[in-house]
């Protein structure tokens, strides 16, 4: 994801989309521990009370406030002109991860989401993509969202994640998902995601997955009761990958929901690479937002145990059939 090349990027954003009083984003959308980032502020207030937290959510509720999720860090009070200008936000030795700096004011108070990079990449044995650039896609601020109306065809990666002054729903599907993850202490590298997903609009709707060959990962299935043709409870959809003619060789198409939309069909895929790295997808965005149903949360551990090597001897899977997304 680019980021924006100083405070104008915020200023642009604030008026185009006729912000509340204080805006804020960083000016990279990752960082590793100790960096010291920039981040951009737009406010009109004398003084900002800066603090950095967390996106692991007490709340059993995904929709609770990111606003209130517990600190990672001391906050501080700085002196400001209104108007705009840049803070530094040092890093922490934090574990990698989605974080937000939350800056208040006397007007309010804003967050703005940053992702931690770890501190040497490969030391973990799984790595997760953070949709950055889906964000984007729904983020509604000056109009830009794709899912405003046909017409939209582009969207700025330099704008604050912000609608009227609450973070796009980052909750629902994001966040339940790392909190599943610190719940369970699975330890990945968290990387910015640098391509888009495969986008498909239309509304929420209740699919389920068919398993398909639960025989070639049954690793992944372990404990579920699932087998082929067995349906996965849940709630997927909206955002899909799905397989191609130029997928990578060998995929293994191991569950899928045929006709998610008119012509469109969500497959959760496996494979490996040449230098055996082994790359799972799930398929669609709301799999991860399902971390606390009692299938997916099942499969989610067998994933972590099986890809950080506890169960490495477990055969590698072919498949006749090409195609699936990374």
């Not at 990111?66 to 922490?92: E, F, M, N, Q």
């Not at 729904?138 to 912000?162: K, Q, S």
């Not at 980052?170 to 995601?193: E, I, S, T």
């Not at 087998?227 to 799905?242: A, C, R, T, V, W």
């Amino acid at each position: 994801m680019v980021g924006p090349s100083g405070a104008h990027a915020v200023e642009r954003a604030a008026s185009r989309a006729h912000a509340p009083t204080t805006t804020a984003l960083f000016a990279q959308p990752s960082y590793s521990p100790g960096q010291v980032a920039q981040l951009r502020v737009v406010a009109d207030a004398s003084q900002l009370t800066v603090q950095p937290i967390a996106a692991f959510s007490k709340s059993p509720n995904p929709y609770a406030p990111i606003a209130k999720d517990p600190p990672v860090g001391p906050a501080r009070t700085v002196p400001w002109r209104p108007g705009s200008g840049t803070l530094t936000v040092r890093i922490g030795k934090w574990p990698s991860g989605v974080y937000f700096v939350r800056v208040r004011s006397q007007a309010g108070q804003v967050v703005a989401p940053v992702v931690v990079r770890p501190a040497h990449l490969g030391q973990a044995s799984v790595a997760v993509v953070v949709p950055t650039y889906t964000w984007q896609a729904y983020n509604r601020r000056g109009g830009d969202t794709w899912y405003a109306c046909g017409c939209v065809h582009t969207v700025d990666l330099t704008r604050p994640y912000l609608d009227g002054g609450v973070p796009y729903n980052f909750g629902q599907y994001d966040r339940n998902f790392f909190r599943w993850l610190a719940r369970n202490k699975a330890r990945v590298d968290v990387l910015a995601d640098d391509d888009l997903n495969r986008i498909t609009t239309g509304a929420e709707l209740r699919h389920l997955y068919r398993v398909l060959r639960g025989d070639r990962v049954p690793w992944l299935f372990a404990g579920t009761g699932l087998k082929d043709g067995s349906l996965i409870p849940g709630y997927f959809g909206i955002e899909i990958d799905g397989t191609t003619a130029t997928s990578p060789p060998g995929t293994t198409v191991v569950a899928t929901i045929a006709d998610i939309f008119p012509g469109e069909t969500a497959d959760m895929t496996y494979y490996t690479t040449a230098a055996g790295a082994e790359v799972f997808d799930a398929g669609t965005i709301n799999f991860g937002g399902a971390a606390d149903n009692a299938y997916v949360a099942r499969m989610l551990r067998n994933l972590w145990t099986h890809m950080s090597g506890a169960m490495s001897s477990s055969p590698k899977p072919t498949s006749r059939r090409g195609g699936g997304s990374g």
